[in-house]
């Protein structure tokens, strides 16, 4: 006889994307090269993609082992499909794996008793031992290190710790081996995950990667590596994500760039790469960014920040490019016409109002304003921010929230997914976290998204008012006019906020822009940006506020021309790509300085300014908010540069 095992690892459709599901395929492909379960077990069927449970159980054939990959975007769906797999196949034998499988897993079958076996960690050889004891007449599934296994009473018996896989290349890669055939002729543009090594020498508390078992690099061969990215090239694949937690932290890393170089050139697939770069950047991954940005598969470059706070720092274990390097690092990929970005994480333990509000302006002043992108923090459940012991240490309060799966397509299954965000600390009272949020969302959607980062530079620049004190003036401005398009937007964020700590999801869609739920700043920059003349007639009315307010000595000339420059450079959906504009003063030059760190001087000097986006959308609303927002705000889609001056 011979047994069905189905294997799940199921993600969002993004439009007409999705994603082939590696981690089970790696599975498949191990399994299969391993005789005594090739000849005893059918792999019939991957499950990669969200749909009604119902149906999709119902077209399932008699599995008898059902294997699913847990991840913190499937998580309450892949619990939903176990029991109504148990359900409908009382038999079955039910596995989960994946890193949303909790360690601590004393409780876990109590509360799931559709689940008969976890898999901590690695997969492969787990599963694989799994199914060979499967086929024993009274299988004991308790002497496989690496479980949690299910007893008669929903008890969990723990087995031993599994070592890492320390011989990565025994296992297969379900792209050379045929695993993905049967899925890749599926109607959809296919996204693809390349795994070149496994492990992180980091032990970043926020984080489950850099475990005590997996700091150690282990690495695939580079003939496999070659091979697996010509298949890629071969099967047009869209989106390609490097796995790696520091892609570009061996040497190898610039020649599996320049394979990728090489095969894009000859397919032209794929038409992204996104790595995760290595924590400290230096000439390595410049020497990669370099590579990809000539065929045009460089979206950005990672300056790892996570936070500006010495103190938060410590306290989360990071560590960083040196911030005193920051803006020649910002300088030498600007000058190359290379996008940056850098992320920060709101709600870290040791973050206070202060040290976030400051370093922000930090940022800011080192020249990274296009690419700043803040996220809340979340508490995965494996992570050594989540352990009992952390969360007491640091005060952690936490809110869970139905989970922003940004830009997916929503699908017809009707499973809420959820995520713990943290909104207190000790050192971040939860008033003091509202004010981070709200700070966060203002400067994201006005100065990185290019509303009002050339007025923001001037005011920086000419008077000392730091970054984060401009947009303070400016929330308090909104809040002071709850009529005006800025007011209403301000409140529409705070509503956001508050129900958001209350449970109550984030993410909105914006009526025209595709059904996507976009993140709150993306939110307000779209409806704001189909009304960019009555925003920027509220923009001049806060800047005549702000210049009263602070007794400032600027003509009326020149804040003409401030608006002017600013409106002009924030690429619209219904603005031809080239605008030319009159101007008195030396903005275009004058702007340029400031991007480069360098001391600027403002001249009267009456000149016409050309000024060019990457690319124009006549008016589509959806390209707009796909190429200029959802991908363009890490590689500064968002404002026109000068190409002309006369």
């Not at 079958?109 to 901590?120: E, G, Q, T």
Request: with cysteine.
């Amino acid at each position: 006889m011979r047994y069905n095992v189905y294997l799940a690892q199921v993600n969002n459709r993004f439009g007409d994307q999705a994603f082939l599901p590696y981690s089970v395929g790696v599975i498949q492909a191990h399994c299969q090269r391993q005789p005594e379960i090739s000849e005893s077990f059918n792999f019939p069927e991957l499950v990669f993609l969200r749909e009604n449970i119902q149906r999709l159980v119902g077209r399932l054939h008699e599995p008898h082992v059902f294997g699913i990959s847990c991840y913190i975007w499937n998580w309450e769906y892949s619990r939903e499909l176990a029991r109504a797999v148990r359900f409908a196949y009382p038999e079955c034998l039910i596995v989960m794996g994946g890193p949303q499988v909790p360690l601590a897993s004393k409780s876990f079958f109590k509360l799931n008793p559709a689940v008969d076996i976890l898999v901590h960690h690695e997969g492969e050889l787990a599963f694989a031992d799994i199914l060979r004891e499967f086929l024993l007449p009274d299988p004991d599934y308790t002497k496989i290190p690496g479980l949690s296994v299910r007893d008669e009473n929903d008890d969990c018996i723990k087995t031993g710790v599994r070592e890492a896989v320390k011989d990565v290349n025994q296992l297969a890669s379900p792209y050379l081996d045929g695993t993905f055939d049967a899925l890749i002729n599926l109607p959809y543009r296919w996204n693809a995950s390349h795994e070149t090594n496994r492990g992180c020498p980091y032990s970043c508390t926020f984080c489950d990667w850099g475990s005590a078992v997996f700091t150690k690099l282990r690495f695939f061969d580079d003939e496999r590596l070659m091979r697996e990215i010509e298949w890629f090239g071969l099967h047009r694949i869209e989106i390609l994500y490097n796995c790696d937690a520091n892609f570009g932290i061996v040497p190898r890393d610039i020649c599996l760039a320049k394979k990728l170089a090489d095969v894009r050139r000859d397919s032209g697939y794929p038409t992204q790469f996104r790595p995760s770069f290595a924590k400290k950047s230096g000439p390595a991954v410049f020497q990669i960014a370099k590579v990809l940005q000539e065929v045009g598969l460089q979206r950005g470059i990672t300056l790892s920040m996570q936070s500006m706070s010495d103190d938060c720092l410590t306290v989360i274990k990071r560590r960083n490019i040196k911030q005193d390097n920051l803006t020649e690092l910002l300088n030498m990929y600007r000058s190359h016409n290379m996008p940056t970005y850098t992320e920060l994480i709101l709600g870290l333990p040791g973050e206070t109002w202060e040290s976030f509000r400051r370093g922000v302006s930090r940022l800011f002043s080192a020249g990274q304003h296009e690419g700043l992108l803040i996220y809340l923090c979340e508490l995965l459940p494996n992570s050594e921010m989540a352990t009992p012991h952390y969360r007491e240490l640091h005060s952690i309060r936490t809110a869970r929230l139905p989970m922003l799966l940004g830009y997916a397509t929503p699908s017809d299954d009707d499973v809420q997914e959820y995520f713990d965000v943290v909104i207190e600390t000790t050192t971040l009272p939860f008033e003091d976290w509202q004010k981070c949020f709200i700070l966060a969302w203002a400067v994201q959607c006005f100065h990185c998204l290019n509303i009002t980062q050339t007025l923001a530079m001037f005011f920086w620049t000419e008077f000392g008012l730091e970054y984060h004190a401009f947009y303070e003036e400016l929330m308090a401005f909104a809040a002071d006019n709850p009529g005006l398009l800025l007011g209403r937007h301000y409140a529409d964020t705070v509503t956001v906020m508050l129900e958001g700590a209350k449970g109550v999801g984030m993410g909105r869609p914006v009526p025209g822009f595709g059904e996507i739920m976009w993140y709150p700043e993306e939110a307000s920059f779209l409806s704001m940006i189909t009304r960019k003349d009555e925003l920027y007639a509220e923009v001049r009315i806060f800047v005549d506020h702000l210049v009263s307010r602070h007794d400032m000595s600027v003509s009326t000339l020149l804040l003409e021309d401030l608006i002017s420059y600013q409106k002009e450079s924030l690429v619209d959906p219904f603005s031809p790509a080239e605008t030319r504009l009159r101007l008195s003063h030396n903005l275009s030059g004058y702007f340029e300085k400031i991007y480069y760190g360098e001391a600027p001087q403002l001249l009267s000097s009456e000149c016409d300014v050309t000024l060019r986006a990457i690319e124009e959308y006549n008016g589509d609303l959806s390209k707009y908010a796909i190429q200029a927002v959802r991908y363009g705000r890490k590689n500064n889609r968002l404002r026109r540069g000068s190409v002309s001056l006369d």
